[in-house]
């Protein structure tokens, strides 16, 4: 984006002793008005027809006032200008009941390197992601990181996340003592699991100190979560753009996370209200529409304009896709070709499972086919079926497996949809391209900082 020819301008408002710097400043180029937020106020400097210099306009706590105009020095104006042209870092997570841990288990390497090359110890994953979506238990995992603890950070690290699930899956896939007898039943006639315990957990950590229950509004980056709502017949996706326009819109964390989770057999669908109690939505499992939910976000993104108005194409974009597992079953026509529906039930539920996941993956890397270094899909392939039919089986013998499968696979090579000639397998590891993934991330950071910086110094008049 060229600067304009026009001199820019703006003026330094005076802040109140002690009062902090801006801990986020946006700088867009659009319709020649540049638009700056700093230091708690929103600067507007506005061209019109009749003046060589913009009408500045200061709001703060709904208060307008007009600033005196002065010219910027044209330097100054390129370079904030070049600084603001940030890209929009999005992180997305698959479903998989269980084997979510294997995605948790790479943010948390994620999170240790961010840490190290940082050198902030307290550094967290939505430090540096502004979109993050999930489905089923990846929208559990979204809501933890990015979950507002009152305090302005976020409700879990990569690893509390992890050790959430590790530890207290067993809690949530729990069959009553009174009911195993009969447990092989249930999920045939009956719900196998009861909500309560999952309910129970979800509110003992969705909270803030004052036992507040946290709604979509209450985090610190924009979630993207769906669900399929029973009630409308329709997939239904949980925006915080959505709960900021409207309290219709606006659900409890408590309920999104128990709608995209629902899944049929396992646990009883979610019914509930947004906060105002004019919405109502029966929601039951995300993945069964959208299991990797990469799509969902950056369209989310494109279409944001209240959050993401500078972004056009995909150039302005980094995304970061995590799996829980491929089972990349093959079939032969001698063993197929006389199947009936007993004997496609399973396979069926395999492909459909693998083929939502790839293809999204398919679609995403074609999207990014000019821009390969601005996507990158962490997957791992083949495994064994059983995965499938035990996405409830939370025993350490289980949980220690699929860590060891995540530990793994990030030395595995990576594998990326090349334009015209399919899944390709690199001659790097998934660990190397995460470092490099890494890098870009920590790149953007710096560059938000310095922007924001000089924004809140102004410039040297």
């Known amino acids: ?79 904030a200008m070049e600084l603001g042209r940030r890209k929009v870092c999005v992180l997305s997570i698959d479903g998989g009941g269980m084997r979510g841990i294997i995605p948790a288990k790479v943010l948390c390497y994620l999170e240790d390197w961010l840490r190290a090359r940082s050198g902030n110890s307290d550094a967290r994953v939505a430090d540096y992601f502004d979109v993050v979506a999930g489905t089923s238990v990846g929208g559990l995992i979204a809501v933890m990181l990015c979950g507002d603890d009152g305090h302005g950070r976020p409700l879990f690290s990569a690893r509390q996340a992890l050790e959430m699930i590790t530890e207290r899956g067993r809690h949530i896939f729990k069959v009553p003592l009174l009911r195993c007898p009969i447990s092989a039943f249930r999920g045939i006639f009956t719900p196998r699991y009861s909500v309560k315990h999952m309910e129970e957990l979800l509110k003992e950590h969705l909270v803030r100190e004052d036992r507040r229950e946290l709604t979509l509004k209450d985090t610190l980056k924009s979630l993207v979560i769906p669900c399929y709502d029973l009630a409308r017949g329709r997939p239904h996706v ?21 709608a995209t989770s629902a899944v049929p057999g396992f646990f009883r669908p979610a019914i509930f209200s947004s906060v105002d109690g004019v919405t109502n939505l029966i929601g039951i499992d995300g993945g069964l529409v959208m299991n990797n939910p990469a799509t969902a976000a950056i369209t989310h993104v494109f279409h944001n304009e209240d959050e993401f108005s500078h972004v056009r194409t995909v150039d302005d974009l980094l995304v970061l896709s995590l799996g829980t597992g491929l089972f990349d079953r093959v079939y032969t026509p001698p063993k197929v070709k006389r199947w009936g529906a007993v004997q496609w039930a399973k396979p069926v539920a395999k492909i459909v499972l693998d083929g939502i996941s790839d293809m999204v993956d398919h679609s995403m890397s074609m999207a990014f086919a000019k821009n390969r270094a601005n996507y990158l899909r962490i997957q791992v392939s083949g495994l064994p079926g059983r995965f499938l039919t035990q996405m409830d089986d939370a025993s350490s013998s289980n949980v220690n497996h699929l860590c060891k499968i995540a530990d793994d696979m990030l030395d595995l090579p990576c594998f990326e949809y090349v334009p015209f000639f399919g899944r390709q397998q690199l001659d790097v590891s998934n660990r190397d391209r995460l470092h490099s993934f890494v890098d870009q991330l920590l790149a953007e950071h710096q560059s938000r900082l310095k922007s924001t910086e000089l924004l809140t110094a102004g410039p040297e008049l």
């Not at 219709?248 to 996370?257: E, F, G, K, P, T």
């Open 1 to 79: 984006m060229e600067p304009s020819n026009q001199a820019a301008t703006a003026s330094p408002f005076p802040r109140a002793a002690g009062e902090n710097s801006a801990t986020e400043v946006r700088l867009l180029t659009e319709n020649g008005d540049l638009q700056l937020a700093a230091s708690g106020y929103l600067r507007r400097a506005e061209m019109t027809p009749h003046s060589q210099e913009p009408v500045l306009h200061y709001v703060k706590n709904g208060e307008e006032a007009i600033g005196n105009t002065v010219r910027v020095e044209q330097q100054w104006a390129a370079q």
């Open 238 to 258: 949980f925006t915080r753009q959505d709960a900021n326009i409207s309290e219709s819109r606006n659900y409890r964390l408590i309920d999104i996370c128990r």
